[in-house]
């Protein structure tokens, strides 16, 4: 029995498969509060969802109680939801899923949404991740990414990636995609380690705006403009406050500036895009699950 339950096959015109999971690949929630605006803002209808009893312990992730109407107690369970939007653009459909890193059944989990995505007939598939590195808090996002595909690698201008080491459920999909002859893409943006506030708005907004730019379609995130805004203005109050912290902090500006100077100087071939390539995203990885093991 297939954990993956299907209300509808929609009709969709060249869907892309974008898909974001809470935990590990999350850093500030930047990535699932990304998806959950593009859900929202878009007004994507659901379409299917995953049964989280094969893939969760549920000691680890609990589910949640909610009161009904003062008379009855309902369970909320861990949700793996699947939404589609024809709005985006007229030539293209997107199907947006907002997951959670499973702890059981990675393989299972990774073919089941490969068949979801099948059965869509979906060509390209779009995993939305976010890293704790040492950048400043006040310059732009690094949207950093990946492709096992060598078009699309060209196409973004991506370095290809030498991080060997652990992974998390966004690389085990990536994998899958690559076995199955399906393209796939991730995009990863950096976010300050020394901010542990989720959702992190101004990482969501970057992501938002690397998928509109290579999606070629355009969002109203006025809403999501002013949270980052906002966001920036209480992460300066309260690194003003604290010498030791803004003295680091203009070290990483910086630092961020010198690297961007190197990265416009550069021919084009070789990062000169603004975007960080798959070097600083290795560095910056590596330094992640050096924390993440420390924190393990």
Same mark, same amino acid.
């Given at each position: 029995m297939s954990a993956l339950t299907i209300e509808e096959i929609p009709t969709l015109t060249n869907p892309v498969f974008v898909v974001a999971f809470a935990g590990w690949n999350d850093a500030g929630g930047a990535a699932t509060h &990304?998806?959950?605006?593009?859900?929202?803002?878009?007004?994507?209808r659901r379409f299917a969802t995953l049964d989280p009893e094969e893939f969760y312990n549920f000691s680890d992730l609990r589910p949640q109680v909610r009161l009904r109407d003062g008379l009855y107690r309902e369970i909320i369970w861990p949700a793996n939801e699947f939404f589609y939007s024809r709005a985006a653009t007229p030539d293209r459909s997107l199907i947006l899923g907002v997951g959670i890193e499973p702890h059981l059944k990675w393989k299972t989990y990774a073919t089941t949404l490969l068949d979801l995505a099948r059965q869509c007939g979906v060509e390209l598939v779009i995993t939305l991740g976010?890293?704790? &590195?040492?950048v400043a808090y006040s310059r732009p996002v690094r949207v950093a990414g990946f492709s096992s595909d060598p078009t699309l690698a060209a196409q973004l201008q991506l370095t290809p990636s030498r991080y060997e080491g652990p992974t998390g459920i966004v690389g085990v999909l990536n994998d899958t995609c690559r076995r199955a002859g399906l393209a796939s893409i991730s995009f990863w943006a950096s976010v300050p380690h020394y901010i542990s506030a989720s959702p992190n708005p101004k990482a969501a907004l970057a992501l938002i705006g690397r998928l509109e730019s290579f999606l070629h379609f355009s969002l109203d995130t006025t809403e999501l403009r002013a949270a980052a805004v906002d966001f920036d203005a209480r992460i300066a109050q309260a690194v003003a406050e604290n010498p030791n912290m803004a003295a680091y902090v203009r070290q990483l500006e910086e630092r961020d500036l010198e690297e961007q100077l190197t990265l416009e100087t550069a021919p084009k071939g070789n990062g000169g895009n603004g975007h960080a390539n798959g070097k600083d995203l290795e560095e910056e990885l590596q330094r992640f699950l050096q924390q993440r093991r420390k924190k393990d």
């Open positions: &990304a998806a959950q605006f593009l859900v929202q803002r878009l007004q994507a976010a890293l704790l &590195a040492d």
